[in-house]
């Protein structure tokens, strides 16, 4: 055996095994006595096929390739930070603030619909196309968000048109965010003949859904899945995506969060722990969950999608940042996914660098988050001086508490969330329930997939989707 | 050959005599003008071409445009560049720093400033639009001939895209790289650089050369530099087969960048055929390690394609990733491949492996 | 009624370091306060009598985790280093 010396990686105890992970993004993970074998330098007593692994993902090497070794993972983890700087090709638009609903946990502080100077005005579509373009590569996914952005369906419209003609030479997608209310058939045309897709909440069977998001003017579960049949029948081509945001009433019926997906017949489920946003912040101790409580909920939705052939969002998230090493989501990447994730246009005419920004300055008006004004030059929001206050500090290796951890090359840092939370863009790990939801669901993916052979046949299949 | 061996095409033809002196030739039809051609011509008619060599072979696969060779001494004529090939291949060299214990066109020391010659020439009088892979020996074992190589296709405004067989260790000196990157600018390069093992210990030992894993290891991340597109190959034997899933995580640790995996089944010539029975591994036995080895390409978004493999021998799962792929001048299908429905889709077996590879190694085929 | 249990660790095998990185991950209920000689590091737990094994067991584990971590940083962090700032630089060279 030539001379094997090891190359740096961090390591976590999950359960009683081992998961060791380095800077160029690769994993593997030991059962405990092949992991102290490594630690004590045993190399003879390993498994011939466990040694391969760990020298072709660069744990170990030969003493003469130690130079060879550092230039290989200083690439991968250069070329991992490059494409977290990549161009941003989600763009947020908010047309208005005005809302038909008064979900408990509204993150974004909703007004009510007849609230006067919260909608976006149509003169400044222009401009927002200009940043767009500036700021975009090839891909440009245009996501509308409010408030509810169909109670301003009008500005929609106009900008769709507009986009698709100063941005037919991009990708162009469309999402728009609704809680469905104000949908009616015309629009629901429209719809479908642009192409837009429609992402909605649905937070569980009847009970759980209209006490998390109640209105005023109509059952809202009644009305969703009323809308959701009829866009189904009518017009199947329409593509819709739902996503469920947990509060203490969901955690005690797993079963009745998953099933209105199942009884609508959607392929793919999207689970949100609640965020420290807007009226959550207030509502915490009525709606509010410890991560330990919120696991026993999401394990057992998780077995239940399994099951039943659904696709849960979140999990594949972690496994696309796992084993694509992709940057795609913005909430979990390093550095973080501000400006460079996703940019976020507000009806207050101001830009944000992301979706949690706009909403914590509606809540503390800190100047320090916004990055620019519509009206500005586009090339002036790379240059704010905000943005790179908010950046420097997200490089996950560096920070305390992350540069020890094994998840660290597939977490992210959320500056924002912790600014929230802890009133600092780093914030204090320890207490941080950010880092105790992403610390678990990472036990629990690589556990599922290395010891439970049902997950990893099905982790593989969502991979290759 | 003869017999029960139906051979897809034939690339050359013997000859009695000939006028014509030895070497390299373009073949046009009459009232074509040659003036932009920088090597002879000859006429070419149709059905009466090898009449022009007293032969009474059959001449049906060559066609106007194609570069052929004329050596009396061997009195064969042979196609050097054929329009109706499915690949053509062009050897620049016989010199090379590895010993592979496979390879299929082993080393020679001598001169080889004639084949980068005639490779040029061909290149340069052949329609550009069809890619044309450069093999040796190794390429760029002599970095300043393969340099004056691109230079003379560059200074005769040759575009043809290249496919290039190298081991990729001299592109450790990143200047190399720099230069090639440089000079390839107006033609498509598709680099194909052998990894046959997970580790330095496996690699060199069948390559049969200290430092290749270093090196080439090191030329592929230089070459990454660079956005080089990159189809690392490996060639499955008896050494390596059982390793494929670790050359698997070898690729995504240090070289995500490449554009495919080949994994490739032996070819029974060369050196392969001399250490045939310690090489030898059937398809059957590969199969499981290439299904763990392309699944793992698959979960980091890496292709992957087969190589030399008879269809009937390959899972049908890993279908979509079979290649027709023996040249169509050197596949035959045995008598009992006639009743074969995927026959049009199978690339049939080497010629070269008539005889005791093919008889004892065959397994059941599945019909 | 309150029990003590106390963690002793070589001052060769747990450098300040680690001992403050310790301290940041033992959760806000668990009362502990530290103390050293010349040639250790002391971590005393009070708790009451139903937790004092469970606090116990979880300082435990967090000190020889980072004991572990520094055991594998003897033979790596000189690269971990080298391979950041090769990483930075690349990256700074490329714009």
Known sequence: MTNLAKLPFNFKRINKDYLISNLAGQHQFMKEEDFIKVIDSDFCELDPKILASLESKSFLTPENQLGLREKIISSRLATRIYDSLSPPSLFMVVPTLRCDHDCNYCQVSRVDMDAQGYDLDEEHIDNIIKHIRFLSREFVKIEFQGGEPLVNFLFIKKFVSKAKTALKDKKLNFVIATALGPITDEIIKWISSEKIHLSISIDGIESIHNSNRPSKLFNSFKNTTQIIRKIRDSYPDIQLSALTTVTKLSLTSPENVIKPYIDLGFKELFIRPLSPYGFAVDTWKKLGYTAEEFFIFYEKVLDIAIDNDLIEYSALLHLNRIFKRSASHVDLKSPAGVLFGAVCFDYSGNIFGSDESRMLYKTTESKELILGHISDSPKDICTNENLTTILKDTFIELNPGCCDCAYNQFCGADPIYHLSSQGDLIGDKSKSFFCQIEMKMFDLIFEKYYTNSNYFKKFNEWLVI | MAGDLIIERQNDFSIQETNAIDGLYVLVSENTDTSHYTIPTISYVKDKFSEMFFTTEDDHDFMHGDIIFINKKRKKVSGVLNQNAKQNTLLVTERCDNLCSFCSQPPNARDDTHFFLYAAESIINFRQDMIVGITGGEPTFDKDKFINFLRILNENNSETPLHILTNGRAFKDLDFVKNITELNHSREVVWGVPVHGHNQQLHDDCVGAENAFIDTLEGLVNLSYYGQFIELRTVVTQKNYQYLENISELISTSMPFISTHAIMNLEPKGWAKRNFEELFVSPEEQMSYIEKSISLNNLHGISSALYNYPLCQVDQKLRPYYHKSISDWKNYYPKFCSGCKDKSDCGGFFTSSVGVYLEDNLTKGKQ | ?95
Not at chain 3, 1 to 28: H, N, P
Not at chain 3, 30 to 55: G, V
Not at chain 3, 61 to 88: G, M, W, Y
């Open chain 3, 1 to 95: 009624m309150l029990l003590k249990k106390v963690i002793t660790a070589s001052k060769k095998d747990l450098s300040e370091i680690s001992l403050r990185k310790i301290l940041y991950w033992v959760e806000e209920n668990i009362n502990i306060a530290t103390n050293e000689d010349e040639s250790h590091w002391m971590i005393i737990i009070e708790s009451p009598e139903s937790e004092i094994d469970s606090h116990f067991n979880k300082i435990n584990k967090l000190v020889n985790d980072f004991i572990l971590r520094e055991k594998i940083a003897s033979e790596t962090e000189h690269l971990r280093k080298k391979i950041i700032n090769n990483a930075l630089n690349r990256l700074a060279v490329d714009d």
